[in-house]
T-cell receptor, first 112, second 114 residues
Framework: TQLLEQSPQFLSIQEGENLTVYCNSS?????LQWYRQEPGEGPVLLVT?????EVKKLKRLTFQFGDARKDSSLHITAAQPGDTGLYLC????????????FGQGTTLQVKP | DTGVSQDPRHKITKRGQNVTFRCDPI?????LYWYRQTLGQGPEFLTY????????KSRLLSDRFSAERPKGSFSTLEIQRTEQGDSAMYLC????????????FGQGTRLTVV
């Protein structure tokens, strides 16, 4: 069974601080997606990483896919209150069904 | 097309009643997924359609749950004889089979069984 472990589960920081969220597995994924979810809403896709070692930047967010495609990280620089939300990583297996295995999520609170 | 649409957004039902949710995927997407999310957890896969064919079902999907996708367009998820443990957010997502595995989610249906 493929599992994704996210850490930390909760993070409360001050505006302007940097943070990193980790997503780890013992399984290889063909791709990994990061989503952000607000209370009562569905997850919104932020980025997809496909190639081992890939780094993608989205404004103040930097996403990295591990060389072995088993882990990923999300780094936020100078966090803002608008970054508050639940961050989810989700891995797609090699079966090409598109079925996603999600981590438990990281709840981020950025205080002004 | 404005994205994946789910209806209703919220549903409160009494234990033992049947409920049905609808999902309208992004029009050019031939794959459709249902997930369930409980508080404080990530979404869990329930079932997957490619066009009108239901190709995979999770063991989480008991025989009280049934999903359909007639004509390969919208999908419905029905829960019969609801139980309190069915209370959750039910999420629908769609993707294109070509061009990768990026899935786009609807806003979800929040089910509360009282």
């Amino acid at each position: 069974t493929q599992l994704l472990e996210q850490s930390p589960q909760f993070l409360s920081i001050q505006e302007g601080e940097n943070l990193t969220v980790y997503c780890n597995s013992s399984s290889v994924f063909s791709s990994l997606q990061w989503y952000r979810q607000e209370p009562g809403e569905g997850p919104v896709l932020l980025v997809t990483v496909v190639t081992g070692g890939e780094v993608k930047k989205l404004k103040r967010l930097t996403f990295q896919f591990g060389d072995a495609r088993k882990d990923s990280s999300l780094h936020i620089t100078a966090a803002q209150p608008g970054d508050t939300g639940l961050y989810l990583c989700a891995g797609a297996g090699s079966s090409n069904t598109g079925k996603l295995i999600f981590g438990q999520g990281t709840t981020l609170q950025v205080k002004p | 097309d404005t994205g994946v649409s789910q209806d209703p957004r919220h549903k409160i039902t009494k234990r033992g009643q049947n409920v049905t949710f609808r999902c309208d995927p992004i029009s050019e997407h031939n794959r459709l997924y249902w997930y369930r999310q409980t508080l404080g957890q990530g979404p869990e896969f329930l079932t997957y359609f490619q066009n009108e064919a239901q190709l995979e079902k999770s063991r989480l999907l008991s025989d009280r749950f049934s999903a359909e996708r007639p004509k390969g367009s919208f999908s419905t998820l029905e829960i019969q004889r609801t139980e309190q443990g069915d209370s959750a957010m039910y999420l629908c997502a769609s993707s294109a089979s070509l061009g990768g595995t990026e899935a786009f989610f609807g806003q979800g249906t929040r089910l509360t069984v009282v």
